[in-house]
């Protein structure tokens, strides 16, 4: 693995390749099932196909017909191989923990057929990245005031791809794994768990390989398929290079109704415009990634349609082979595995939300970066609209494994509510929506965007009405009054005290001259009253 995350391809040579091929002939090839016979459980007494692959008796060893069931040697030859492969899987560090994460790489590369998949890509391929990488992010300078993000690019093959991100989908996966393996444990009835004892060890590496087989058959139909390194809403590799699979290209230019140099330069523009984001915006990952646990903590697993087979089945039914085998060939049509459920739907929603605003937001800055320059980018990018929307089949898988899909439902609504916005406030005011969650729109946004609008610009002209230097010089002001008021109160105060006391002391002179008039009266009153008696 190099610095930039996706290096160079492994060892590829001819040992490998046999290596390869004897697993595909020892162990499944990512059927989705716990025992590897596919959805259906009964499906290699019939000939469907099993284990090995589409043989019917799976590996090498299969010798029944198609549509006839074969013989209990090939059976007995299968089950052999799967439990070789198997063996060879639970003993390998990988397989602890709640997925084997060996077999399902094991599986992974079973599915990867063709030397696209397998063989480094040419040194001609990586300088045509390089190239198309350096061109675009000059045009996305005008489309987006978030710097470029990319620190290196490369061309890359499936078989890197999934060495590359492997650690970061066993952070995904795991909690996912957790739950539905504790789902899978409580789902057993009381007698039966009370009696597993220390062989609940063994039933919890049986989940492990049951989720491990599912996970690496969905990682090879995406490794089959991914175009580039950003390809499903979040950096799958660590690292910041611009990744691009150009073994795709051929493939993908005949879905987008383009040639193969435009197909390479759209890309190039997708994933330099997903860098800048994801190295910009450092909170976005984790916020995903937070998504997906919360939502995993709600997951449950629904076994109705295993139950409701097992009340068609009738004793009696043992005594007529005729009832039997159409019972059989009844279940042999019904995919009886279970499914996952969740009561935190909340989360589901929140996540499929962020993935939306993150893949809206890629192709309006996509589309405004190449505007004119590429003729064709309006048609391939509805084009790519489409294949993102119906052509997954990998996510698909994914959704029946463990019920959550990195998919963005309500990309082409989140492009439409980030198109408007721009026109409202302008790129740079757009782009500053994502310096925290709290500003991010909400699922209903998508829907009805002209609230979520409304409140930029009306917190846009709070800011247009704010003068901090006016402010600043207003408080400086009602800072220097607050100082000097004190003393102009203490002067009037000291001149109310003052003529209190001027109006004391003349009431006290008043006093004075009253007590003194009052004496002389008294004086007066005394002669006249002495001069009478006389």
């Given at each position: 693995?190099?610095?930039?995350?996706?290096?160079?391809?492994?060892?590829?040579?001819?040992?490998?390749?046999?290596?390869?091929?004897?697993?595909?002939?020892?162990?499944?090839?990512?059927?989705?099932?716990?025992?590897?016979?596919?959805?259906?459980?009964?499906?290699?007494?019939?000939?469907?196909?099993?284990?090995?692959?589409?043989?019917?008796?799976?590996?090498?060893?299969?010798?029944?017909?198609?549509?006839?069931?074969?013989?209990?040697?090939?059976?007995?030859?299968?089950?052999?191989?799967?439990?070789?492969?198997?063996?060879?899987?639970?003993?390998?560090?990988?397989?602890?923990?709640?997925?084997?994460?060996?077999?399902?790489?094991?599986?992974?590369?079973?599915?990867?057929?063709?030397?696209?998949?397998?063989?480094?890509?040419?040194?001609?391929?990586?300088?045509?990245?390089?190239?198309?990488?350096?061109?675009?992010?000059?045009?996305?300078?005008?489309?987006?005031?978030?710097?470029?993000?990319?620190?290196?690019?490369?061309?890359?093959?499936?078989?890197?791809?999934?060495?590359?991100?492997?650690?970061?989908?066993?952070?995904?996966?795991?909690?996912?794994?957790?739950?539905?393996?504790?789902?899978?444990?409580?789902?057993?009835?009381?007698?039966?768990?009370?009696?597993?004892?220390?062989?609940?060890?063994?039933?919890?590496?049986?989940?492990?390989?049951?989720?491990?087989?599912?996970?690496?058959?969905?990682?090879?139909?995406?490794?089959?398929?991914?175009?580039?390194?950003?390809?499903?809403?979040?950096?799958?590799?660590?690292?910041?290079?611009?990744?691009?699979?150009?073994?795709?290209?051929?493939?993908?230019?005949?879905?987008?109704?383009?040639?193969?140099?435009?197909?390479?330069?759209?890309?190039?523009?997708?994933?330099?415009?997903?860098?800048?984001?994801?190295?910009?915006?450092?909170?976005?990952?984790?916020?995903?990634?937070?998504?997906?646990?919360e939502f995993a903590t709600g997951l449950s697993l629904d076994n109705s349609a295993m139950e409701e087979a097992s009340q068609q089945f009738n004793p009696e039914m043992l005594g007529d082979p005729q009832k039997m085998q159409e019972m059989m060939s009844q279940l042999q049509d019904s995919d009886l595995s279970p499914t996952v459920v969740s009561s935190t739907?909340?989360?589901?929603?929140?996540?499929?939300?962020?993935?939306?605003?993150?893949?809206?937001?890629?192709?309006?800055?996509?589309?405004?970066?190449?505007?004119?320059?590429?003729?064709?980018?309006?048609?391939?990018?509805?084009?790519?609209?489409?294949?993102?929307?119906?052509?997954?089949?990998?996510?698909?898988?994914?959704?029946?494994?463990?019920?959550?899909?990195?998919?963005?439902?309500?990309?082409?609504?989140?492009?439409?509510?980030?198109?408007?916005?721009?026109?409202?406030?302008?790129?740079?005011?757009?782009?500053?929506?994502?310096?925290?969650?709290?500003?991010?729109?909400?699922?209903?946004?998508?829907?009805?965007?002209?609230?979520?609008?409304?409140?930029?610009?009306?917190?846009?002209?709070?800011?247009?009405?704010?003068?901090?230097?006016?402010?600043?010089?207003?408080?400086?002001?009602?800072?220097?009054?607050?100082?000097?008021?004190?003393?102009?109160?203490?002067?009037?105060?000291?001149?109310?005290?003052?003529?209190?006391?001027?109006?004391?002391?003349?009431?006290?002179?008043?006093?004075?001259?009253?007590?003194?008039?009052?004496?002389?009266?008294?004086?007066?009153?005394?002669?006249?009253?002495?001069?009478?008696?006389?």
């Amino acid at each position: 693995m190099s610095n930039f995350g996706f290096g160079s391809n492994g060892p590829d040579d001819e040992s490998d390749d046999d290596g390869r091929r004897r697993d595909d002939d020892n162990g499944n090839s990512g059927n989705n099932d716990p025992f590897g016979f596919g959805a259906n459980p009964f499906g290699f007494l019939f000939g469907a196909p099993g284990a090995g692959g589409a043989n019917g008796a799976g590996g090498n060893g299969g010798n029944g017909a198609a549509g006839q069931g074969p013989g209990l040697g090939d059976i007995l030859g299968q089950f052999g191989n799967m439990l070789a492969g198997f063996g060879r899987d639970m003993n390998s560090p990988d397989a602890q923990g709640p997925v084997n994460y060996a077999l399902a790489e094991r599986i992974a590369r079973q599915q990867l057929t063709g030397d696209a998949a397998r063989k480094q890509p040419a040194s001609k391929d990586s300088q045509a990245v390089a190239e198309s990488v350096r061109l675009v992010e000059l045009w996305l300078d005008e489309a987006t005031v978030l710097p470029a993000g990319a620190t290196g690019s490369v061309a890359f093959t499936g078989s890197q791809w999934l060495d590359e991100t492997l650690p970061r989908w066993k952070r995904v996966i795991n909690p996912l794994a957790e739950k539905l393996g504790a789902a899978s444990m409580d789902g057993l009835p009381e007698e039966i768990r009370s009696q597993l004892g220390p062989m609940s060890g063994i039933f919890s590496q049986i989940n492990g390989m049951n989720f491990g087989m599912q996970l690496g058959r969905t990682l090879g139909q995406l490794a089959g398929t991914v175009a580039m390194s950003t390809q499903w809403g979040i950096p799958l590799a660590e690292g910041s290079v611009a990744a691009v699979n150009t073994s795709q290209l051929d493939d993908l230019s005949k879905k987008l109704g383009a040639e193969r140099r435009e197909t390479l330069i759209y890309l190039a523009t997708r994933e330099a415009a997903h860098l800048r984001l994801f190295q910009h915006v450092p909170w976005l990952v984790e916020r995903v990634i937070l998504d997906v646990e919360e939502f995993a903590t709600g997951l449950s697993l629904d076994n109705s349609a295993m139950e409701e087979a097992s009340q068609q089945f009738n004793p009696e039914m043992l005594g007529d082979p005729q009832k039997m085998q159409e019972m059989m060939s009844q279940l042999q049509d019904s995919d009886l595995s279970p499914t996952v459920v969740s009561s935190t739907d909340h989360a589901r929603i929140r996540l499929e939300t962020s993935l939306s605003l993150i893949e809206g937001w890629v192709d309006l800055v996509v589309g405004e970066a190449m505007g004119d320059r590429l003729p064709v980018a309006a048609s391939i990018g509805a084009a790519w609209s489409v294949h993102r929307d119906k052509d997954q089949p990998g996510m698909d898988a994914m959704v029946k494994a463990v019920g959550i899909s990195l998919s963005a439902p309500k990309a082409s609504e989140a492009a439409e509510l980030w198109r408007r916005l721009t026109v409202a406030v302008g790129i740079e005011r757009r782009d500053q929506v994502w310096n925290h969650p709290d500003f991010l729109p909400v699922d209903s946004d998508l829907d009805s965007p002209a609230e979520f609008i409304d409140s930029i610009l009306a917190s846009e002209e709070e800011v247009d009405g704010f003068d901090p230097i006016g402010e600043i010089e207003k408080l400086e002001r009602e800072l220097n009054e607050g100082f000097d008021a004190p003393a102009e109160d203490d002067t009037a105060d000291s001149a109310d005290d003052s003529a209190v006391e001027d109006a004391s002391d003349a009431s006290d002179a008043a006093d004075t001259e009253d007590d003194g008039n009052s004496d002389n009266d008294d004086n007066n009153d005394d002669n006249g009253a002495s001069d009478s008696d006389k």
